[in-house]
Nanobody, 125 residues
């Protein structure tokens, strides 16, 4: 499967963005999908996860209550709605997918076989 992330941009603190991860070349509903992010000089970190049917979902603590992950398997897209953005959310965001990943490993970037190219989110203070 090929993944294409989009929707990043420059936004003021408190603003919102919606990221999209469009998939092609595979049966998307068979894949578990996650969003990761990487800020300059930092390691890639887990942001959110969504299972094949859309539930369950998981969030990193710092984004709980602000970010919402969802998917539309008919359109082969996963979304990350980001509200109340903070300067510390500034990073390149990547979507990742895998068919075989187990729930206990869903926060580990190395467990995902397929990655999008990343989309840059910049939050100004």
């Amino acid at each position: 499967v090929q993944l294409q992330a989009s929707g990043g941009g420059l936004v003021q603190a408190g603003g919102s963005l919606r990221l999209s991860c469009a998939a092609s070349g595979g049966t998307f509903r068979n894949y578990r999908v996650a969003w990761f992010r990487q800020a300059p000089g930092k390691e890639r970190e887990f942001v959110s996860f969504i299972d094949r049917s859309g539930i369950p979902t998981t969030y990193e603590d710092s984004v709980k209550g602000r970010f919402t992950i969802s998917r539309d398997n008919a359109k082969n897209i996963v979304y990350l709605q980001m509200n109340s953005l903070k300067p510390e959310d500034t990073a390149t965001y990547y979507c990742a997918a895998d068919r075989q990943i187990i729930s206990s490993s869903k926060r580990e970037a190395r467990q995902y076989d397929y990655w999008g190219q990343g989309t840059l989110v910049t939050v100004s203070s």
